[in-house]
């Protein structure tokens, strides 16, 4: 068979289709877009996506002819037939069957390629496309294969950000400071429903250790100047009050060698001095990173691990960079594939709805329109609701189903997390 596929700007859809026809290919082509000299810089382009694409499909299975076919005008009928003459027709021999799929580029491009192909090779001509919505194959005669594709061919995700053009991950910053023990204490205050009070105490943490809410100290010298300020004073009071409640009396405990609050007696207290290796490990980890955040992070993915099935493939903290990139551009704190459906999971106690939007951009933008997301958050079911709605308004478009829903802090009990994922992600209901 010779195999035809229109590569747009997702190349999954794409590998997944070759995956499926790859024992009776005989040869492959990758119709792509190119920029012509005298078009704009700017012109969007899908040749580095086809180069991706067969980089790893000769990487990864067994097809090793693959020829590709630019179109220098992807809405011209004339120069893509002239484009096709060229590349395509004179390297198919006469009654050889030739597949087209056209689940991949523009609408013009698969009108237009399918009319040439069809003019071309009518009598051994067949197409398909790869419909996102079901994960099955659906054929012009309108058969359709029976089993669904997304749980059947397995990408990992090494191989997901290669087809979009990413070689490397950063590998996040380790903590100096041990939070073992207070992390196994954060964990027994949510099953036991004393969590809010943590969350009151890093509400002051953030007033009194945050610029104005807005941005974190470089260095223990901008923060004591602003923390001698009168008007921080009431909010180290109601800090250290909050601190020395009965709930935080074990987090206190756990926190005697880090050295943020200092006890007097039998009283805990916000420390308002600090040296450059405490501001460190008690500011900028504690605060900034472990209590922000980080310690929400770690609660769901070891959740999540217990929740994984043998195949699949999970992952933590993936920041991943692009080829000739220094930065990376996308980031998830957690992510599931079942075959290649991805599920990406967002953890945050900041700008929920800010974080909702960012988390469905990353997961589509490497694993398609129709990718999952989680987020995990702190705020009230009311809010959360109210969330999920906006999202699912937002990127609606025509009947796609948007699979995006958000957990607020009502959810984060164990027991009630675990059967979250096993619905969305593994679809198992009890």
Request: net charge negative; hydrophobic share 35%; proline share 2%.
């Amino acid at each position: 068979m010779n195999l035809i596929l229109l590569v747009g700007t997702n190349p999954l859809p794409n590998y997944v289709t070759a995956l499926y026809f790859e024992k009776d290919i005989k040869a492959l082509y990758l119709v792509h877009s190119a920029t012509e000299p005298g078009q704009p810089s700017t012109t969007m382009t899908t040749k580095t996506v086809a180069d991706n694409l067969a980089k790893y499909l000769k990487k990864n299975t067994e097809i090793t002819n693959i020829e590709m076919v630019s179109l220098q005008d992807v809405a011209n009928k004339k120069i893509i037939d002239m484009s096709l003459d060229n590349n395509l027709a004179t390297k198919i021999a006469t009654g050889q069957p030739v597949h087209l799929n056209y689940t991949g580029g523009t609408k013009a491009m698969a009108v237009h390629v399918y009319t040439y192909v069809n003019s071309k090779f009518k009598s051994n001509l067949t197409c398909s496309y790869l419909d996102s919505r079901t994960g099955r194959m659906v054929f012009d005669d309108g058969t359709r294969n029976s089993e669904d594709l997304r749980h059947t061919y397995k990408v990992d995700m090494k191989t997901m950000l290669g087809l979009h053009g990413y070689s490397k991950c950063r590998k996040p910053n380790k903590l100096t400071i041990n939070t073992s023990k207070i992390s196994e204490t954060l964990d027994s205050m949510v099953q036991s429903e004393k969590i809010m009070t943590l969350l009151k105490l890093r509400f002051y943490l953030r007033i009194i250790l945050y610029c104005d809410v807005d941005k974190v100290f470089k260095n223990c010298d901008d923060l004591e100047c602003y923390i001698s300020n009168e008007r921080v004073l009431p909010w180290i009071a109601e800090c250290n009050d909050v601190s020395n409640k009965n709930e935080l009396s074990e987090l206190m405990k756990c926190m005697e060698d880090i050295p943020l609050f200092e006890l007097d007696g039998d009283k805990w207290s916000l420390r308002t001095k600090f040296d450059g290796s405490t501001f460190k490990s008690a500011v900028k980890e504690l605060v900034y990173d472990f209590l922000d955040g980080k310690w929400l992070e770690d609660y769901v993915a070891g959740i999540l691990t217990d929740c994984k099935e043998e195949n699949d493939d999970v992952g933590f903290s993936l920041m991943p960079v692009r080829e000739g990139k220094s930065n990376n551009d996308l980031e998830l704190d957690a992510y599931v594939i079942r075959g290649h459906e991805l599920t990406g999971i967002s953890v945050t106690t900041g700008d929920s709805k800010l974080k909702a939007f960012e988390l469905m951009h990353r997961v589509r933008q490497i694993g398609g329109d129709e990718s999952r997301g989680i987020l995990i958050c702190n705020e009230p079911q009311e809010k959360v609701n109210t969330i999920t709605k906006t999202i699912k308004s937002a990127l609606a478009n025509g009947d796609q189903t948007v699979n995006f829903e958000a957990f607020g802090i009502d959810s984060w009990k164990k027991s009630e997390l675990e059967k979250i994922f096993r619905r969305f992600i593994w679809r198992i209901t009890e």
